[in-house]
């Protein structure tokens, strides 16, 4: 199993000269488990290069799992090459909500006056689903989804193959509902997601004095993602949800402070463009 970076920021795309080495475009991760499967996690801004690079390629079955449907990891779904393609059938699975279908809910955007086309007008075939309590099979991968604290219905994801596993947790808040010092590892928000993750994909997207102006936006800061890995017990951290106002530089001394507070494991910037095997 493989994954490629396709968006890293948070929030809102933030393209330009002082973003160019981590990238600007919204959270999107291509992953092929080993059969060749294609399963997406989030459709921000990035999924517009990741279906352009498909180039006349497209698989027959496409999964796109949303942790959530905030605009940043929902705009880029519009511009996705595959959606306009009447022979790719498209899974698209979400959180479920007590209020509204995920159908009803995603047709908010995409339809007019935010969007020129009605999700019922999509020409490749659509089937949506409620992320389901129990882990099922995608391709050669198993897929699971817990509820985690972020603002509105979200979920992190878990796909594992082979005896590895992969945890996205992007907009995840653990310390805003417990003391992470403290509290019973199975009572953190995003536990049984990330419990010896192989590789943890988490949000940091503020800084120790930047989140106490913050706290219930629903991120992280680096002293949480730090305490969470080591609670998870993470072999390896790769930080995700960029803020749109931190530089290439910003995001690197970032880095270096997860990595002076968690000494677990290997800590890295997930950069646009790059990408991690699971073997």
Same mark, same amino acid.
């Given at each position: 199993?493989?994954?490629?970076?396709?968006?890293?920021?948070?929030?809102?795309?933030?393209?330009?000269?002082?973003?160019?080495?981590?990238?600007?475009?919204?959270?999107?991760?291509?992953?092929?488990?080993?059969?060749?499967?294609?399963?997406?996690?989030?459709?921000? *801004?990035?999924?517009?290069?990741?279906?352009?690079?498909?180039?006349?390629?497209?698989?027959?079955?496409?999964?796109?799992?949303?942790?959530?449907?905030?605009?940043?990891?929902?705009?880029?779904?519009?511009?996705?090459?595959?959606?306009?393609?009447?022979?790719?059938?498209?899974?698209?699975?979400?959180?479920?909500?007590?209020?509204?279908?995920?159908?009803?809910?995603?047709?908010?955007?995409?339809?007019?006056?935010?969007?020129?086309?009605?999700?019922?007008?999509?020409?490749?075939?659509?089937?949506?689903?409620?992320?389901?309590?129990?882990?099922?099979?995608?391709?050669?991968? *198993?897929?699971?989804?817990?509820?985690?604290?972020?603002?509105?219905?979200?979920?992190?994801?878990?796909?594992?193959?082979?005896?590895?596993?992969?945890?996205?947790?992007?907009?995840?808040?653990?310390?805003?509902?417990?003391?992470?010092?403290?509290?019973?590892?199975?009572?953190?928000?995003?536990?049984?997601?990330?419990?010896?993750?192989?590789?943890?994909?988490?949000?940091?997207?503020?800084?120790?004095? #930047?989140?106490?102006?913050?706290?219930?936006?629903?991120?992280?800061?680096?002293?949480?993602?730090?305490?969470?890995?080591?609670?998870?017990?993470?072999?390896?951290?790769?930080?995700?949800?960029?803020?749109?106002?931190?530089?290439?530089?910003?995001?690197?001394?970032?880095?270096?402070?997860?990595?002076?507070?968690?000494?677990?494991?290997?800590?890295?910037?997930?950069?646009?463009?790059? #990408?991690?095997?699971?073997?």
């Amino acid at each position: 199993m493989r994954a490629r970076f396709w968006g890293t920021r948070g929030s809102l795309a933030a393209p330009g000269p002082d973003t160019i080495r981590y990238g600007g475009n919204t959270s999107c991760i291509e992953v092929r488990p080993s059969d060749g499967s294609l399963v997406i996690l989030d459709s921000g *801004t990035g999924i517009r290069a990741l279906g352009l690079s498909l180039n006349g390629s497209i698989p027959k079955r496409i999964d796109i799992l949303l942790s959530h449907l905030h605009l940043d990891h929902l705009e880029g779904l519009g511009f996705f090459a595959p959606l306009w393609d009447p022979a790719t059938e498209l899974h698209i699975w979400g959180p479920p909500s007590p209020v509204r279908s995920l159908s009803d809910r995603i047709a908010q955007y995409l339809s007019p006056p935010l969007f020129p086309v009605r999700l019922a007008e999509i020409p490749a075939q659509l089937e949506l689903h409620d992320a389901p309590e129990e882990a099922w099979t995608l391709g050669s991968a *198993t897929v699971s989804a817990r509820p985690i604290i972020h603002q509105g219905p979200t979920v992190g994801y878990r796909i594992e193959e082979g005896g590895k596993a992969l945890a996205y947790l992007t907009d995840h808040e653990p310390a805003l509902a417990a003391d992470l010092s403290s509290v019973p590892a199975e009572w953190v928000s995003g536990y049984a997601i990330a419990a010896g993750a192989d590789v943890l994909i988490h949000d940091c997207q503020y800084t120790e004095a #930047e989140y106490p102006e913050r706290a219930g936006f629903g991120h992280s800061s680096t002293q949480h993602v730090a305490s969470f890995a080591k609670i998870a017990g993470a072999r390896r951290l790769i930080l995700f949800h960029h803020d749109p106002n931190h530089t290439d530089e910003d995001l690197e001394h970032l880095c270096d402070r997860v990595r002076e507070l968690w000494d677990g494991g290997t800590v890295e910037l997930a950069r646009e463009g790059d #990408e991690i095997n699971l073997r």
